[in-house]
């Protein structure tokens, strides 16, 4: 069977005509994986509109949100050579989705299947007004009737503004792939790559693949099979969930790879904050500035800064706990844009003069410690009776701090905080952060 991502370059160019004429439609868009109806409005808002390439000869794809970051679409689409694999990182091609909401995202991160034709593309922004699709946990059994949904070619149309459903029926099933046949005239053609097949409950089951295209626009009358294979998704859901929940370490613009922000405090007082780029090949990129302090604003000596991804954004971001010249102390998040520069730190939580917090007591730990996508931060607290608090401050949505509030309390005189060397880390594999602690 053909792989049907491919379109003729002139038929690509129209595609990316449509695309930006109806840009500011709020339309669902899906994946076209059938020559069936129109879908109604709203029916599949998870489902998304790729575009792969130059603008002017870009290839149409569908794909469908598995989670705020990430899309799940057939690795087949991301090919340069038609037939190569797909290597994992950031895509060769420029490539975009387009939500049912109207807001188009650029993919940064490419995760391809070696054993069948599946990707998890990282979108370069999460995705907002849009509930991810549920995913099914058991294959279907042959028999079971399917929809899918989709933006690819019709009987009549080479370019569609809204999607269109097809109904499929499970034929056999292997480790990896479904076996689809087409009910009525209903039918996967190009540009449908990438689509969901969704069961009789609307969960994700699959992605369309390979179809024979039987009645599509532009295929040889001579061609009546509506067969199909998709890529099962039903078998994959702890590899999902590794994959959508990871973060890569002070990975600052995004791309997968860990970079490296220096804090410059200059002879003038004023502190920039620089970053140099990780590369494919493993080095680092010139250092290019992002946010700097002005002259006199903060002192050095009074600014405890660490790393971690605040707002959720799968960007590593810059926070700060400063004490300022009362005593108070203040929450401060610096967070990263698309290039990896840090911008203007913003106040979230603050503790008055008045609590009385001894600065030389703290050290701070970032990490996600609830396990909602976000990174928080960990205080121990050396209590001048001897005990030890636990304090956490848990990352807000924009990125900001809430209030600290307090877990384990070590009894006074049991450890020497000169004997400790603490560090934090999932080390259950629960997907949240915990603290780790070599101990003299």
Known sequence: MPVFRQRPAWTARVVVTTLAVSAGLVSPPAALAATGPEAAAGRFPSVVRLAIGAEADSLACTGVLVEQM????????????????????????????????????????????????LVLARLAAPATGVTPVKRAIAVPPTGTELTTAGFG?????????????????VGSTDATTLTLNGQGSDTICKGDAG????????????????????????????????????????DLHAWIEETVRRTTPRDFNGDGRSDAVMAYYHQNGSIGFYTSSGGADGGFGDFSVGYTVP?????????KLFAGDFDGDRRADVGMMYRFGDGAIGMFTGLSDGAGHIQPLTASARVPASAGWNWDAIDLYPGDFNGDGRSDVVMAYYHQNGSIG????????????????????????????????LFAGDFDGDRRADVGMMYR
């Open 390 to 421: 636990f304090y956490t401050a848990l990352g807000g949505v924009g990125g900001g701090f809430g209030d600290f509030s307090v877990g384990y309390t070590v009894p006074p005189a049991s450890w020497d905080r000169s004997s400790m060397k």
């Open 195 to 234: 689509g969901p097949l969704l069961n009789p409950a609307g969960d994700l089951i699959g992605i369309n693949s390979r179809s024979w295209q039987g009645g599509c626009l532009g295929t040889p009358s001579t061609e009546t099979r509506t067969g199909a294979v998709g890529s099962r998704t039903d």
């Open 295 to 303: 002259p006199a604003s903060w002192d050095r000596s009074s600014m």
């Open 70 to 117: 990430w899309i799940a679409a057939a690795a087949s689409c991301f090919a340069t050579i038609p037939g190569s694999p797909v290597p994992a990182g950031r895509p060769a091609l420029k490539s975009t989705a387009t939500l049912s909401t109207g807001q188009t995202i650029e993919f940064t991160e490419l995760v391809p299947r070696t054993d069948r034709d």
């Open 153 to 169: 070619r019709t009987k009549t149309e080479w370019v569609v503004d809204k999607p269109h459903i097809g109904t499929f029926t």
